[in-house]
């Protein structure tokens, strides 16, 4: 149990850095030259709000909700695979991907 809360950790810490770069980095600019950066799916719970193994039985705040911040990874770096699979199978399909991820998606106008 403490290996995969430590690989959870990890995969946060490296899920977040690369988050922050990609804030830093624009990816292309329309015709009225307005930039634009790569997208990120939002709520990647911040690091110190995850409760360490040896907390899970005390009365912590961060127990509540405590597992959900933890699938939160899983689920966001299952997201960043996916995106580079899409893109290994074309452009397009990275798009597409894209554009079914973001907030609102298949939403009836």
């Given amino acids: 149990v403490a290996r995969r809360q430590a690989r959870l950790v990890a995969a946060h810490a ?3 850095a690369k988050y ?20 990120n799916p ?10 360490p193994l040896t907390e899970w039985s005390s009365r912590s705040n961060l127990l509540q909700h405590a ?22 199978a074309g452009r397009r399909e990275q798009v597409r ?7 609102g998606a298949g939403a009836v106008f």
């Fill in 42 to 51: 939002r709520g990647l719970p911040p690091a110190h709000t995850y409760l």
């Fill in 14 to 16: 490296a899920l977040d």
């Fill in 67 to 88: 597992q959900r911040r933890y699938s939160a990874t899983i689920h966001h770096s299952a997201w960043r695979d996916m995106h580079a699979a899409a893109g290994r």
């Fill in 97 to 103: 991907f894209v554009s079914v991820s973001q907030f």
């Fill in 20 to 39: 922050r770069e990609d804030k830093k980095t624009y990816y292309f600019y329309d015709k009225t030259g307005r930039a634009y950066r790569i997208y």
